[in-house]
Every structure is written in C-alpha cells, then in structure tokens.
C-alpha cells in the first residue's frame, strides 16, 4: 500500500492499549479518517503534542486491507491551538466545533469544504472573531454543506416570505413554515422570529444582542432530529457558562 499525505486536522484522539492512541482527522482530502498513532502514549518522540485537539498536520498515512483504520506514519505540525484553548469557555466552544465536525464530516470521502470551514472558523476565533458568532457560523454551515439545512428564508408550504414576522422550524416536518401555515407552535418546534435572512445566511448583522439565539436552538434541534443524540460538549459549555 503506497503511503497517503493530506493536510488535517485532528477531530479527537484517544487511547489504544498502554502505548497507542486512536485519533481522527478531519482531512483535507477524504473527508474523516481513523487511524493508529503507534507508540503515541508511550513516548512523545515520534508525535510529540501534535496529535491534540485540533491541531493543523501535515499528515502521512498507510491505508490498512479491509480495516477502516489507517496507520498513522507522520502528523507534523502546521498550526496548534493550544493556546488558545487555555482560556476554558473558548476550549469548550473548540470542543464544541470539533464534536460537530465529528459527527458530520463525510467518512473516507473527499469534503474539502467542510474542511476548509472548520480550517477558516478557527482562524477567526484566533484573531478574535466573537465566539457565539463563530459558533452560529460552523453551525449553519456545517448544515448547509452537508445539505440537511432548510430553506430558511421563505415558507415550505407557501413559499412566502418570512422577513416580517419570522417562521418556525416544525420538527416534525423538518421544515420552516410562516406563522399563517403554522399559526399553532407544533410541540418542539423552533420559533424563528427576528431572524432576518442576513443572519440566516451566516452574515450576522452587527450588534443586535440576541439576534443569534434561534439560530442556535434551530442548530441544536437539527443536530439532535439528524444523529439523534446530544452533543456531550454543549451540555459542558452549557454548565460552564451556568458557573458549575
Ligand atoms: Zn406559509
């Protein structure tokens, strides 16, 4: 098997037995990937701290005959966020992207741009981007990529509008409806009001405090209806933030 090189980032890792570690990647050129670090937990020699939560590698690998986990040859350093883990709430909200991006990233298929948002997202929370911005942003993001996202800006069922009075996401329908084809909240269901298209689109407008909450409970609901499990690092984030 000739050896693989791809840029990646790591999603996860943990240990195999009492030396090895099993990590995975988000790469920027099969979409996720499993794979063996030999040697990881018993010597930092060969990996160093490059294989920690997402990290930016340069990454080299061996597919393995009829495992889906590859072995790991090289992970060299291209970027670490380290650091910026260091304050706990940003860690959490990293932890955060790198659950989602778990979940979602396409298996041993290429998903350059999902990649690439994960890569960007990053990078704008390093220079200083608002978190609970950059979080919606992932989010949506990550739903529209991945084509699970419903139109957000007119009715499913009408096809109106909903710039005035806002909608709802029917959870039960996995769509958004205008407040005249859903004039009852279905239970579940996600109001949308005073989102206005701009926030929807992943261009929040400045400075309207709030104006991002839907868009996370709308987030929220859809990670739940699409893999049906919670996402262990929102409920951290979650009791962080509640100061326990
Ligand atoms: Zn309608």
């Not at 930092?44 to 080299?60: A, D, I, M, Q, T």
């Not at 590859?70 to 304050?87: C, G, P, T, V």
């Not at 709430?89 to 396409?106: G, K, M």
């Not at 139109?151 to 005035?164: H, K, M, N, V």
Request: one cysteine or more; proline letters at 6%.
């Amino acid at each position: 098997m000739p050896i693989r090189e791809t840029e990646a980032m790591v999603l996860r890792s943990h240990p195999l037995g009492e030396s090895d570690r099993i990590v995975t990647f988000l790469t920027r050129s099969v979409g996720k990937l499993r794979g063996v670090a030999k040697g990881a937990r018993r010597s930092r020699r060969r990996f160093g701290s490059n294989l920690e939560p997402l990290s930016r590698v340069r990454l080299e690998y061996f597919e393995r005959e009829g495992s889906d986990l590859a072995r790991i040859e090289a992970a060299d350093l291209l970027e670490s966020f380290y650091r910026l883990q260091e304050d706990p709430e940003r860690a959490a909200v990293l932890a955060c992207l790198a659950e989602v991006a778990d979940a979602f990233a396409r298996e041993q298929q290429e998903d350059e741009a999902y990649f690439r948002l994960l890569r960007a997202v990053l990078a704008a929370i390093r220079d200083g981007l608002d978190l609970e911005r950059a979080a919606r942003y992932f989010e949506v993001w990550t739903h529209r990529l991945h084509g699970v996202l419903p139109p957000l800006s007119s009715c499913a069922r009408c096809q109106g509008g909903l710039s005035g009075r806002g909608g709802i996401y029917d959870r039960r329908e996995g769509d958004v409806l205008c407040r005249r084809c859903a004039p009852q909240r279905p239970p579940g269901s996600v109001p949308l009001t005073k989102v206005s298209p701009g926030d929807l689109a992943g261009r929040p407008a400045e400075g309207r405090p709030g104006a991002l909450g839907p868009l996370a409970a709308l987030a929220e609901a859809l990670f739940f209806d699409l893999t049906e499990r919670r996402f262990k690092s929102y409920d951290v984030l979650r009791s962080l933030r509640r100061g326990h």
